[in-house]
């Protein structure tokens, strides 16, 4: 049961409320949030919920059978939007695209995408200062320093940047350099982590594990959403399967199901999510026709010289191209 509190609750009449739940045999949990204020409470039978109607301080109640809750569907209607101000807007209608390397190289690397996403009214750029590769040997980012740069580039030029977060130690330095902390695949569970996100004020978006289900993403966002961060986005990549023709399996069901069963924005990933640059603009359309509420696309001035993950990093070019694409689907409405 989600019992939403009223902004202005006063300590008595929440120790009232929790004592009522105590009563009926209820665990409840007190989240406060960026934007509401509520208790999740959690028990095996659940009472009447009319003798919570008239108690001070509840502005409504939810009966939410899911294991996540508050990121579920069944009480919030209405989708939810992420503002990462400048008008900037995410999800509820509000489609956005968020393009760049999968490495950020160098000061020149991301003044070329940034004039790249100017010229295409992009507002939100990607690229990675922490990457976790599969090689000890492979490049790994240029750190901290890195994303400073990255960070004073992008904002001088009206920019938001997302990257990727890999560990609970690198988000207090990170956090005055980011628009949004990006969760990779392989700490989609990490719930450390999780827990520390919930504590930030940071939109997060949240990619779906390589073998990880889709419940199981939904409940690594409740990790998030119960530590007080309700600013969430849920990000399709990919999953493992056993065809080897391409990188990943795209679950392009996954688009719809997750629409269906949470308010939180859904973003696809078709870069990874197939992994060969010639077929990423089929997937990024296939998955905007699916109801994402946008995409995160590799894009590099040279893909052939880039540091990592070259094969399924768009050129300028071959992105325009795409963003025409994206946005006469968008013109349909469908």
Request: glycine share 8%; aromatic share 8%; charged share 25%.
């Amino acid at each position: 049961m989600i019992i939403q509190l009223k902004q202005d609750i006063d300590n008595s009449s929440l120790q009232k409320i929790e004592g009522k739940l105590k009563e009926s045999g209820l665990k409840s949990n007190f989240i406060n949030t960026q934007r509401a204020k509520y208790i999740v409470a959690i028990g095996k039978n659940y009472p009447d919920m009319r003798i919570f109607k008239n108690l001070k301080g509840i502005s409504d109640l939810h009966k939410v059978s899911d294991d996540y809750k508050l990121v579920s569907h069944k009480w919030k209607l209405n989708h939810s939007t992420i503002d990462l101000g400048d008008n900037v807007k995410i999800g509820n209608g509000n489609f956005a695209i968020m393009a760049g390397p999968c490495s950020i190289e160098s000061e020149e690397n991301i003044e070329q995408t940034v004039q790249h996403l100017l010229d295409n009214n992009i507002k939100i750029m990607r690229g990675g200062v922490f990457k976790p590769r599969s090689s000890p040997y492979s490049f790994r980012g240029l750190g901290i320093e890195g994303l400073k740069m990255f960070y004073k580039i992008c904002h001088k030029n009206g920019i938001k940047i997302i990257t990727e977060v890999m560990q609970v130690s690198q988000i207090e330095e990170m956090e005055d350099y980011v628009d949004v902390f990006q969760v990779g695949a392989r700490n989609s569970q990490n719930f450390n982590l999780l827990d520390e996100l919930g504590k930030s004020k940071k939109a997060v978006l949240l990619k779906r594990g390589v073998s990880g289900s889709i419940d199981e993403l939904l409940q690594g966002a409740e990790y998030i959403f119960s530590n007080g961060n309700e600013n969430i986005m849920l990000c399709e990549r990919g999953i493992r399967s056993f065809e080897s023709a391409y990188r990943n399996t795209f679950d392009i069901n996954a688009i719809s199901i997750l629409k269906e069963k949470t308010h939180l924005p859904v973003i696809a990933d078709p870069s990874h999510g197939i992994g060969i640059r010639k077929h990423v603009d089929k997937i990024a359309m296939a998955a905007t026709v699916a109801g994402a509420d946008g995409l995160i696309i590799e894009v590099h001035p040279q893909p052939e010289i880039a540091f990592s993950d070259g094969f399924q990093n768009l050129n300028f070019e071959e992105a325009q191209k795409l963003y025409r694409k994206i946005h006469a689907i968008k013109e349909l409405d469908l």
